[in-house]
């Protein structure tokens, strides 16, 4: 059975202090990593995809890794705005649209 | 585009009553996603969608959650009858098989159950 995990399932940051979030993930054949933000009341929403071990994409300032066992995304310099539940999730050969989802950090950033 | 709309936002209802959540995807796209969402055991995707067609619905708790998919603007998710622990926020997603990026899933702003 595929499984996500996520730790921590909490973090909570000074503004500027810089940290990583790690997803550790147990997929057949994985075909995509996937990561998304989660705003209180919202709908995910989309930030990266990783194919390959050694793929890293940036976005302002986050940076998301992949290593064959776990993903992490980093966080650089926080602001409070970045305060948010940050969710990974796995697609598995042969049917990358479905996704397995791990339960997600929640990032609280104080000024 | 104004992104995948669900609705109702919020639903209350009693144990036994039935419950139908409405989903319209992003125009264009062909795949259509119905996930639960629940402090205990986070987002689970529960049917999805290709083409109107239902592809994999293996994530259906039981035979009272039904799904439907009557055309590529509309899906519906239906509870018959519903218990209180059917509460949670359930999440409709679309994506484009043709896209660049084309696993990307876009979700809607949910819809939050409560089943007393």
């Known amino acids: 059975e595929d499984q996500v995990t996520q730790s921590p399932e909490a973090l909570r940051l000074q503004e500027g202090e810089s940290s990583s979030l790690n997803c550790s993930y147990t997929?057949?054949?994985?075909?995509?990593l996937f990561w998304y933000r989660q705003d209180p009341g919202k709908g995910p929403e989309f930030l990266f995809t990783l194919y390959s071990a050694g793929e890293e994409k940036e976005k302002e300032r986050l940076k998301a890794t992949l290593t064959k066992k776990e993903s992490f995304l980093h966080i650089t310099a926080p602001k409070p705005e970045d305060s948010a539940t940050y969710l990974c999730?796995?697609?598995?050969?042969?049917?990358?649209?479905?996704?397995?989802f791990g339960k997600g950090t929640l990032l609280t950033v104080n000024p | 585009d104004a992104g995948v709309i669900q609705s109702p936002r919020h639903e209350v209802t009693e144990m036994g009553q039935e419950v139908t959540l409405r989903c319209k995807p992003i125009s264009g796209h062909d795949y259509l996603f119905w996930y639960r969402q629940t402090m205990m055991r986070g987002l689970e995707l529960l049917i999805y969608?290709?083409?109107?067609?239902?592809?994999?619905d293996s994530g259906m708790p039981e035979d009272r959650f039904s799904a439907k998919m009557p055309n590529a603007s509309f899906s519906t998710l239906k509870i018959q009858p519903s218990e209180p622990r059917d509460s949670a926020v359930y999440f409709c997603a679309s994506s484009s098989s043709l896209a660049a990026s084309s696993y990307e899933q876009y979700f809607g702003p949910g819809t939050r159950l409560t089943v007393t």
């Open positions: 997929v057949s054949g994985l075909r995509g």
């Open positions: 969608f290709n083409n109107n067609v239902p592809i994999d």
């Open positions: 999730a796995a697609g598995r050969g042969g049917s990358n649209y479905k996704l397995t």
